[in-house]
């Protein structure tokens, strides 16, 4: 997606090198109301959408 840096995301980066960090448990707190990561996860195809949410147990959008 080109308007979205989500996928690049340096709190998402810090979320997959230590989860339970500060702002590990920030970035996956603010994905549940972000409107930059709902328009990036919706625009995601199927498979690739079924992978980031078991990834990061996200129930939203499916």
Known sequence: MADSNC????L???YDSKPK????RFWRWHINFCP??????T??????????????N????Q
């Open 36 to 41: 930059g990561w709902k328009k990036y996860f």
């Open 12 to 14: 998402r980066a810090k």
């Open 58 to 61: 996200f129930k939203k959008y």
């Open 21 to 24: 960090s500060f702002a590990g």
């Open 7 to 10: 996928a690049n995301c340096k």
């Open 43 to 56: 625009s995601l195809p199927s498979e690739e959408k079924a992978k980031v949410a078991a990834k990061y």
